[in-house]
């Protein structure tokens, strides 16, 4: 008994341990954070609207459950309750039910879909993401972005990338990777993106607009390798002139052009040291 006490208190721990601090704004979110493009709505609707249909399904079943426990138990020691097989209709339900289920979730889902990757017809900012080993690279491809030429962010597996946007501006993503598949995400917009060598602008690409100035972890979504974790990036969306300034000092900084990426994939993270055959 000692035994199963201590047993039970070390899972409580183990489960307890992996909770933050209860933040109710959270609760009511259904776990989502804050969202911050126009597109996060959809997202939202179909959140909520799975929720309250697994709810609805799971009342009905358990329900059914419980109803069947208490009006079909047995009443006395020597009556067995009646034993039913093979019935057709009930049979049937149960086969069409879920399909009906299913089809529906997949209505709503494609319908989100549509609506969340729907382009927009002249985007005010383009920028073009490499997702390389293991870092990003923001080239701002904005025609006019500062005299006329193409300025950019980039991280190493040390020091993080940061990736300006400003408020209220639609902007288009172009995911690009020279090496293996990587994922974009920023868990604020709800969103995430397959970055895959070979696929260019035409497959890889969506719009959004930023509604909510503030600053945001994204991340890796897909195991890249080895140093998948430190692919975070610090997204700042801030007004339109902190990001001209920011385009300006990047100028001053001398980050122009648009790199491809892969130069990191030569980098152990966080030594900055080459590894390539030539020095070995
Ligand atoms: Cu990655």
């Known amino acids: 008994m000692e035994r199963l006490k201590l ?53 009905l079943v358990f329900g059914l459950i419980i109803y069947a426990m208490i009006r079909y138990r047995r009443r006395s020691a020597d ?38 990757t729907e382009k927009v017809d002249n985007p005010d900012h383009t920028i073009e993401v490499v997702g390389s080993k293991w870092q990003w690279a923001f080239n701002y491809l904005d025609e006019d972005a500062v005299d006329g030429v193409n300025v950019f962010d980039q991280g190493t597996p040390r020091d993080i990338a940061d990736l300006y946007l400003p408020v209220d501006e639609s902007v288009r993503f172009n995911l690009i990777s020279p090496d293996v598949i990587h994922s974009f995400w920023i868990p604020e917009f709800y969103f995430k993106m397959d970055v895959i060598p070979g696929r260019g602008p035409q497959e890889n690409s969506f719009d959004l607009t930023p509604t909510r100035e503030g600053v945001f ?64």
């Open 217 to 280: 972890t994204g991340r890796c979504a897909e195991l890249c390798g080895m140093y998948h974790s430190r692919m975070l990036f610090t997204v700042h969306v801030v007004s339109r002139a902190e990001y001209d300034q920011h385009l300006v000092e990047q100028q001053e900084r001398g980050m122009i052009g648009a790199p491809a990426g892969s130069d990191e994939a030569k980098t152990i993270a966080g030594l900055d040291e080459e590894t390539s055959e030539e020095e070995n």
């Open 7 to 59: 047993a039970f208190v070390a899972i409580a721990l183990v489960v307890l341990s992996g909770c933050s601090p209860i933040d109710e704004s959270q609760i009511k979110r259904l776990a989502l954070p804050v969202g911050s493009t126009d597109r996060t709505d959809f997202v939202w609707d179909l959140w909520l609207g799975a929720w309250i249909a697994v709810l609805v399904i799971f009342l």
């Open 79 to 116: 009556e067995v309750p009646s034993q039913v097989r093979y019935n057709l209709p009930i049979e049937a339900l149960y086969t069409f039910a879920p399909v009906v289920i299913v089809a529906v979730f997949f209505y709503h889902t494609v319908t989100a879909q549509n609506a969340i």
